[in-house]
């Protein structure tokens, strides 16, 4: 019996993940570390924290919006998070949740993240619902936020360290208050 266990645990190796816990720092609308360990919240893109939208006259830091709406949803509550996908990127992807409630889905109703469509339909109706009521990004143009990350990689990186540095010392202060 012992010899038919080792076989099938060599023949169907686990490829288990690590669930993360704990109280994460939002990197960007759809990236967080714990610690050294960062992942993506799976089925959802948010704009980058540089990206804007709107149009002349009415244009707004959606980006900045995104992860200042996704530290608000952490803070509310114990943050676990779930690996479930090598995205091929450095992160992987994760469904992560804030007191039992889906982190991505809270983003995608706000209307300041779009589904992943590669990924299936999980969030296709909550997408479709923030569009028809012109919640967040929905509610004027804006750029797909895969495509403004690739437009803008390199342009943006230094500051986005900069702004997830500036962060990290906001709610180090907030913490000692």
Same mark, same amino acid.
């Given at each position: =019996? !012992?010899h ?13 993940? *690590?669930?993360?816990?704990? @109280? ?5 609308g @759809? &990236?967080?570390?714990?610690?050294? !360990? +960062? /992942?993506?919240?799976?089925? /959802?893109?948010?704009? &980058?924290?540089?990206? %804007? $939208? ?11 919006e ?12 114990n943050v676990? $998070? ?14 992560? %949740?804030?007191?039992g /409630?889906?982190?991505?889905?809270? =983003? ?8 992943? #469509?590669?990924?299936?339909d @999980?969030?296709? #109706?909550?997408?479709?619902? *923030?569009?028809?009521e012109?919640?967040?990004i929905?509610?004027?143009?804006? =750029? ?7 437009? &803008? ?6 500051? !986005?360290?900069?702004?997830? #540095?500036? *962060?990290?010392l906001? +709610?180090?202060?907030? *913490?000692a208050?």
């Amino acid at each position: =019996m !012992k010899h038919l266990l080792a076989i099938l645990a060599l023949t169907f190796p686990l490829t288990a993940h *690590a669930d993360l816990a704990g @109280d994460p720092m939002v990197l960007d609308g @759809d &990236t967080m570390s714990f610690g050294e !360990k +960062k /992942v993506d919240l799976f089925g /959802v893109h948010a704009p &980058t924290i540089t990206q %804007t $939208c709107g149009e002349s006259g009415n244009v707004w830091s959606c980006g900045w919006e995104a992860v200042l709406h996704l530290e608000e949803l952490v803070s509310a509550g114990n943050v676990v $998070c779930v690996e479930v996908a090598d995205s091929g990127s450095p992160n992987p992807l994760a469904r992560c %949740t804030a007191d039992g /409630v889906d982190l991505a889905g809270q =983003m995608i109703d706000a209307g300041l993240a779009v589904r992943d #469509e590669t990924l299936g339909d @999980d969030y296709a #109706e909550r997408e479709l619902a *923030a569009a028809n009521e012109e919640r967040g990004i929905w509610s004027g143009p804006f =750029m797909d936020p895969v495509q403004w990350a690739e437009r &803008t990689v390199c342009a943006c990186s230094a500051r !986005k360290k900069a702004l997830a #540095e500036t *962060a990290a010392l906001l +709610k180090d202060e907030e *913490a000692a208050e």
